[in-house]
């Protein structure tokens, strides 16, 4: 069992739906990473967040908006996707981000299918 | 030049074998180095991390780094058909980004 929980496990929405996932942690780690990964290529990151303040934005679209209410919890709010958004989003945290870095642990991960 | 490469394989190994596993990376002021295994549909999961020159090794696993080469590598020794995943490579880079390679399909037949 994961110790990092993402919740929905899979997503079907449509190009006008408004939805959110949801992570969660309990490993008292202070960053948190959002990841997107298509079929057979590696992980992309999209969003850092270190110590609840947003660090890295990967020049992400606007229609995919994180959250970060506390240090257990990262969202990711989806607004006005597009089919090729379609993907596996994997929500990972690590005790810090500094130089010489902890490892990343991984939820399993929502498969969202956009249509 | 990409951050991070590795041989997309697929790598294909008789069960009992070792399985040799290699990643570069460009960026020279890496300081952190992981391998995870992934297998399909799944999350990755991490088998090994190293920060200093040389070998570390964990049960089947050996993890060998040499930072004046940029290089670093997995070997799985007595490969077991249950090692049949996607290898990835993983550096944290000195903007302390964490990027992945390409990852290495390794193949363990009976």
């Known amino acids: 069992d994961t110790e990092v929980t993402q919740t929905p496990k899979h997503l079907v929405m449509g190009m006008t739906n408004k939805k959110s996932l949801k992570c969660e942690q309990h490993m008292g780690h202070r960053a948190m990473y959002w990841y997107k990964q298509k079929a057979k290529k590696p992980p992309e990151l999209m969003f850092v967040y270190s110590y609840e303040k947003l660090s890295i934005n990967e020049s992400v679209p606007s229609r995919f908006s994180p959250e970060c209410p506390n240090s257990s919890l990262l969202n990711l709010h989806l607004h006005a996707l597009q089919p090729e958004d379609s993907a596996l989003y994997l929500c990972a945290s690590s005790q810090e981000t500094g130089e010489v870095r902890s490892p990343l642990h991984f939820g399993n991960g929502t498969r969202l299918t956009v249509t | 030049q990409k951050e991070v490469e590795q041989n997309s394989g697929p790598l294909s190994v008789p069960e009992g074998a070792i399985a040799s596993l290699n990643c570069t990376y460009s960026d020279r002021g890496s300081q952190s180095f992981f391998w995870y295994r992934q297998y399909s549909g799944k999350s990755p999961e991490l088998i090994m991390f190293i920060y200093s020159n040389g070998d570390k090794e964990d049960g089947r696993f050996t993890a060998q780094l040499n930072k004046a080469s940029q290089y670093v590598s997995l070997l799985i020794r007595d490969s077991q058909p249950s090692d049949s995943a996607t290898y990835l490579c993983?550096?944290?880079?000195?903007?302390?980004?964490?990027?992945f390679g390409a990852g290495t399909r390794l193949t363990v037949k009976p």
């Open positions: 993983a550096v944290n880079c000195s903007n302390n980004d964490m990027r």
